[in-house]
């Protein structure tokens, strides 16, 4: 998802420093016209003032309304009504990228800037997390989970050289297949065919409840990306989920590699020695087995397990429930 947002709106604070005993124009036709400062509410007098927003000032008065202390600058910020100083302004209201923790700002021609090329602040944010980040870490290699999608955070390092730098915390874990997943999705992560077998049987009682049970034996194996994949390319009338496949029902005769034992977490938050086996399927029903691909969160196993569940059912029903295999298509 991304925003555009309008960079702090500039205004200027015009004839600057106006000085009263320079200037004739307040007397009119004879009559001390009086100035109001509309800071203070009292008479601007003799000396410097500044007028602006409609009004006139003393130069203490014009404040920020983020800090308190004059604006002595040139240029300033509004909003509803305040000014601000510029910079006060940018701290406030544009946005810091939960990733890098910088101000967002977009890649141009090498550099990095604060706004697109329209001049509009540029950020991306994503629609449950709510974390905002500078679209380049995008394609900068940035980790994302693969389960709920949260950026890996930079931390910023300070050494004792008074060299400051940020580096990555590796927090999130490297699967083999190459996704990552955060540390608070790995904690619930299903890693293996045992994990996931209690999980099975819950969803089974589900359907059993919906009169929807699955009576014959189908294998539910967890298996990596790979894996995944190439079982599904082994399929005749394959039913995939697009963008990202997480689950498959099978119905043909295959051998797919599964999860016989979970990987441990090694060096440098990777997953290894994880323990696969070869498995045969063999046809005795529609439905030869159901894939899961392994390292998702238990909500998430579940929902996709659901989802398979169901194909499987429909599969199975298909002659007794003429729209059941045309059903499945739509999902
Ligand atoms: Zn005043
Ligand atoms: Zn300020
Ligand atoms: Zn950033
Ligand atoms: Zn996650
Ligand atoms: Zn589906």
Not at 86 to 92: D, M, V
Not at 169 to 193: F, P
Request: proline content about 5%.
């Amino acid at each position: 998802m991304s925003y555009d947002l309008d960079p702090s709106p500039c205004h200027r604070t015009s004839a600057l420093w106006w000085d009263i005993s320079s200037c004739r124009d307040l007397i009119v036709s004879g009559v001390w016209v009086k100035l109001v400062c509309a800071g203070c509410n009292s008479e601007i007098g003799h000396g410097r003032f500044l007028s602006c927003m409609g009004s006139v000032w003393h130069p203490e008065c014009f404040q920020c309304h983020a800090c308190n202390l004059p604006i002595a600058d040139y240029e300033f910020s509004m909003s509803g009504n305040y000014p601000y100083h510029k910079a006060c302004y940018k701290e406030l209201y544009h946005p810091k990228c939960d990733v890098c923790k910088q101000f967002v700002s977009v890649i141009l021609t090498d550099s990095l800037i604060p706004t697109n090329m329209s001049g509009l602040i540029e950020y991306r944010a994503h629609p449950f997390w709510l974390q905002k980040y500078c679209p380049s870490h995008e394609h900068d290699g940035t980790p994302r989970c693969c389960s709920c999608e949260r950026m890996e955070l930079l931390v910023l390092l300070v050494f004792l050289t008074m060299f400051t730098f940020q580096s990555r915390e590796t927090t999130y874990v490297s699967l083999d297949d190459g996704r990552k997943l955060c540390l608070e999705c790995l904690d619930s992560a299903i890693m293996d065919n045992s994990e996931c077998q209690p999980l099975f049987l819950d969803i089974q009682e589900f359907y059993e409840g919906l009169n929807m049970k699955v009576t014959q034996q189908i294998p539910l194996l967890l298996v990596e990306r790979q894996a995944l994949n190439e079982a599904m390319e082994g399929e005749k009338n394959g039913h995939h989920h697009l963008p990202e496949t997480r689950g498959l029902c099978l119905s043909e005769e295959q051998t797919v590699s599964t999860i016989l034992r979970r990987p441990r977490i090694g060096a440098g938050n990777r997953a290894t020695d994880m323990v696969l086996e070869p498995y045969r399927l063999t046809r005795v029903c529609e439905v030869t087995a159901i894939l899961i691909l392994y390292g998702l969160p238990r909500l998430l196993t579940g929902s996709i397990l659901a989802h398979e569940m169901m194909h499987a059912w429909l599969r199975l029903n298909g002659d007794c429930w003429p729209f059941a295999y045309q059903l499945q298509l739509f999902c």
